[in-house]
């Protein structure tokens, strides 16, 4: 079956930057769009960044002005640059594709911004 696989989390200080990377199986086929979502301990997940085949992006309020959502050219790989990282964007992100036959979700990369 089809994976996403995350990559990129990490631990850094407030301001700091990460660069997350999703990365779809070759089995995930027909990807219409791809994104990012959080979760933090004792909350819902929920969206982050996400782009569409036609390359328009959409941002959480939260994240605007910070945060870039990018995939490559074959459309099989998303990114997303965090910068001016503060603490209440600590949880885990998870990788999410929506392709042809269904959802994918990745298993999830921890990211933690102390002060």
Not at 47 to 70: E, M
Request: hydrophobic fraction near 35%; charge should be positive.
């Amino acid at each position: 079956q089809g994976q996403l696989v995350e990559s990129g989390g990490g631990l850094v200080q407030t301001g700091g930057s990460l660069r997350l990377s999703c990365v779809a199986s070759r089995a995930v086929s027909g990807i219409k769009a791809m994104g990012w979502y959080r979760q933090a301990p004792g909350k819902e997940r929920e969206l982050v960044a996400n782009i569409v085949i036609n390359g328009i992006t959409n941002y959480a309020d939260s994240v605007t002005g910070r945060f870039a959502i990018s995939k490559n050219k074959v459309g099989n790989t998303v990114y997303l640059q965090m910068n001016s990282l503060k603490p209440e964007d600590t949880g885990v992100y998870y990788c999410h594709a929506v392709a042809a036959w269904g959802d994918y979700w990745g298993q999830g990369t921890q990211v933690t911004v102390s002060s």
